[in-house]
């Protein structure tokens, strides 16, 4: 086994056939939602929902222009994540990375960023969706079930990532 790499390496991967495809997922349904809000904005009553309890209960009303700050939240975290799947040397990684392993561990690396990326993206599409129908009086919560779900796929993900990593050699 090789020594531990005293330097990063630059690697130009290209992306997977998955990676692509959960990005193409996630920005229809990103821009899905925010076309859901432009076509309803005119029904859309000056509050809105600003915050849920766990329960997935409006907690808290506010004016409908806090609404836009969800679909800007999730513009910034898909540019911020799409900039640091494209820096993988600048991930974390455990000591046992060398040169024979470098590809593995920046492919598994940037392969789980996406991966979280798009859940994030996912349920910023789902929130917005959710948000307009709750101010449109269609439904009137998001359901006890929502945090639950939501943490569940995402530290699922996470805890599958990092189980894979660890089988790296």
């Known amino acids: 086994m090789k020594d531990y ?4 390496p630059i690697l130009k991967l290209p992306k997977t ?3 692509k495809t959960l990005d193409g ?3 229809l349904l990103f821009v899905g939602a925010i076309l859901y ?3 309803n904005w005119g029904n859309i009553p000056d509050d809105v929902p600003a915050h849920f309890n766990a329960a997935g209960e409006v907690d808290r009303w506010g004016s409908k222009f806090e609404f836009i700050i969800l679909p800007i939240i999730g513009l910034f975290l898909f540019v911020l994540m799409s900039l640091l799947e ?4 600048m991930h974390n990684y455990p000591s046992r990375i060398n040169e024979s392993n470098v590809e593995q561990f920046y492919l598994h690396s940037r392969k789980l960023l996406n991966v979280i990326k798009n859940i994030c993206l996912m349920m910023f599409a ?3 969706v959710q948000i307009g129908r709750v101010a449109l ?12 779900v939501i943490l569940i796929i995402l530290f699922g993900a996470i805890g599958i990532g990092l189980f ?4 790296i050699k």
């Open 5 to 8: 790499l005293p330097y990063r």
């Open 17 to 19: 056939r998955i990676e």
């Open 25 to 27: 997922i996630g920005i």
């Open 37 to 39: 809000v432009v076509m």
């Open 86 to 89: 494209k820096a993988p040397h």
């Open 126 to 128: 789902y929130l917005i």
């Open 137 to 148: 009086g269609k439904i009137e919560t998001l359901g006890i079930g929502f945090v639950p």
């Open 164 to 167: 894979k990593q660890s089988k």
